[in-house]
Structure formats: structure tokens, C-alpha cells
């Protein structure tokens, strides 16, 4: 049986601080982000380099409901 793969500690805390860069949420955490705007960008494209793949991420932690993961 094949084992599920585990978590990067290193990215999660990575994404649990980076922030938005420009736009209207410019200095929000990713993480903070409003689910609409994430959806928005899966749907326009995610930017390129390093903010597209948080971005993703974000997107899927959103969709499954896993926002609990980044609480303090």
C-alpha cells in the first residue's frame, strides 16, 4: 500500500507568511485572501514564478475547507 505524502513543514510555513504583493489585498496573507479572489484567479490564470504556485495552493486549501490549518 502506497503511503500518502506528507506535508513540506517548510513550504507551510512559507505560505502561512507571504503576502500579496499588489492589487487591492496588497500586504493581506495569502492565506487571508477572500475565496472569490483566489477563484478568480484559477479562472484568469495564476501569475507566473513563486506568487502562482502559493496562490494554488491557497486555492486548493480553500476548496477543501482547510483554512483551520493556518489559524494561529
Given at each position: 500500500m502506497c503511503e500518502a505524502p506528507q506535508p513540506d513543514p517548510v513550504l507551510f510555513e512559507k505560505l502561512s507568511r507571504m503576502v500579496m504583493p499588489f492589487g487591492k489585498y496588497k500586504g493581506s496573507r495569502l492565506v487571508d485572501l477572500p475565496e472569490p479572489y483566489v477563484v478568480w484567479f484559477k479562472k484568469q490564470?495564476?501569475?507566473r514564478?513563486?506568487?502562482g504556485r502559493m496562490l494554488e495552493i491557497v486555492y486548493t486549501?480553500?476548496?477543501n475547507g482547510l483554512e483551520y490549518l493556518f489559524d494561529a
Open positions: 490564470g495564476f501569475p514564478g513563486e506568487l486549501v480553500k476548496l
